[in-house]
């Protein structure tokens, strides 16, 4: 299958402090990549889709000015959560669509927010 | 909105037993199915998906069987083995180009014991 990189996989940061995640898709472009949070044994939540070169949609209840996303080019997208706080402490996870709509998942980031 | 239901919640066999997982949707625009596997800290892996047009999808040791008409889909595994624990997922989405918004069940907690 198709390769998703995710990078950080781990990030402690302090309160008050803003942290990127980057999500490329290696070896195919993507024209819209997915951002998700995932919760201990929990599901994936969606949180926005990212469109390639406008801005990102982002799901009722998500805050677009806490979680920005970028998606400057057909193989990155960011997330950026400004203005950490303990509560952000979660699993977030990326996913890329192929030309076909397959979804390929990244490694997830594990953000821990002191 | 679509809703995913995902049954059972635990599921534990014997290694070599098959394993069978079960998926209901509410939609019936839905026209993609897919099946990830999620290994503990790592992101979901595609293992296989099916689209309306088919009623069985089988790729070695793992199969997905659809059944449109009551709007429920399954996974089967056969002879399992100790690295098939994971969390399994399913997924259902209207894809008709553009995003592939998938809405997911609730996850099976898949141990297969020696």
């Known amino acids: 299958g198709a390769v998703v990189s995710q990078h950080p996989s781990r990030v402690i940061c302090k309160s008050g402090t803003s942290v990127k995640i980057e999500c490329r898709s290696l070896?195919?472009?993507?024209?819209?990549m997915f951002w998700y949070r995932q919760f201990p044994k929990q599901s994936l939540m969606l949180m926005a889709t990212?469109?390639?070169?406008?801005?990102?949609?982002?799901e009722q209840g998500v805050e677009k000015d806490k979680f920005l996303i970028n998606h400057a080019s057909l193989t990155l997208s960011t997330l950026t959560v400004t203005s950490a706080h303990p509560e952000d402490s979660s699993f977030y996870i990326c996913?890329?669509?192929?030309?076909?709509?397959?979804?390929?998942f990244g490694e997830g980031s594990r953000l821990t927010v002191l | 909105g679509e809703n995913v239901e995902q049954h059972p919640s635990t599921l534990s066999v014997q290694e070599g037993d098959s394993a069978v997982i079960k998926c209901t949707y509410s939609?019936?625009?839905?026209?993609?199915f897919p099946w990830y596997k999620q290994e503990l800290g790592k992101g979901p892996q595609l293992i296989i998906d099916?689209?309306?047009?088919?009623g069985e999808k089988k790729d070695q040791r793992i199969a997905v069987t659809l059944n449109k008409t009551a709007k429920h889909f399954s996974l089967h595994i056969t002879e399992t083995q100790p690295e098939d624990s994971a969390v399994y997922f399913c997924?259902?989405?209207?894809?008709?180009?553009?995003?592939?918004?998938?809405?997911f069940g609730t996850g099976t907690q898949l141990k297969v014991e020696l």
């Open positions: 990212s469109n390639e070169g406008s801005k990102a949609t982002y």
């Open positions: 997924a259902a989405s209207p894809y008709t180009g553009g995003g592939n918004k998938l809405t």
């Open positions: 939609d019936s625009a839905s026209n993609y």
């Open positions: 099916i689209r309306s047009n088919v």
């Open positions: 070896d195919f472009q993507a024209t819209t």
């Open positions: 996913s890329a669509q192929t030309s076909s709509g397959e979804l390929f």
